[in-house]
């Protein structure tokens, strides 16, 4: 995905199982705010262009591992799966030479993928009932499937469109007994 930033936003309900493993269930949901753009010059005055915008809904487990269970300031792994549906909204625009430009709201099929993560993070205890962790995730939502072919000239933007996210995460983890 040819975007540099995106909102994430994610609720997650979770379980400590010991001192080293915990895990969680994740709903998330990532809205990219720059789109995928592809332009395709048809004739010297005629311009035509797509622009995507994909929208991500994930459903993981995820589980941590925790490798210092004792210190203040903890690091830890997270690795996850799931399932990532994923759909695609294509907005296509044609140009001409003295013509207004004609657009067209086109939205693809849900796809259903394999979500994946993986991650690294800092933990650190904040109070009696919660702590504060800092953290990387990469998360891959495997891809959707663009096709475009509603123009006079049976022009056609076929292909595929990667969903990855890098993520950089600030969150307060509450423990409820």
Do not use: Q, W
């Not at 936003?9 to 809205?31: C, K, P, Q, W």
């Not at 030479?97 to 259903?112: C, D, F, G």
């Amino acid at each position: 995905m040819n975007t540099r930033k995106a909102y994430h936003s994610a609720v997650a309900l979770g379980y400590v199982y010991n001192d080293h493993f915990r895990s969680e269930l994740m709903i998330a949901n990532v809205t990219p705010i720059m789109v995928a753009k592809r332009v395709t010059e048809t004739a010297p005055l005629k311009t035509v262009e797509a622009r995507h915008h994909p929208f991500v809904s994930s459903f993981e487990t995820n589980l941590y591992i925790d490798l210092f269970a004792k210190d203040f300031i903890r690091p830890f792994l997270t690795l996850g799966c799931g399932l990532a549906i994923v759909s695609d909204k294509i907005i296509h625009t044609t140009k001409e030479n003295s013509i207004p430009a004609v657009s067209e709201t086109i939205k693809s099929r849900a796809n259903y993928n394999l979500a994946a993560n993986i991650g690294v993070g800092l933990t650190f205890d904040a109070a009696e009932f919660g702590v504060v962790e800092l953290g990387y995730r990469f998360s891959d939502y495997g891809r959707t499937k663009r096709t475009l072919y509603k123009d006079s000239n049976n022009i056609t933007d076929r292909g595929r469109l990667n969903l990855r996210e890098h993520l950089f995460t600030f969150a307060y983890r509450f423990f409820i007994y």
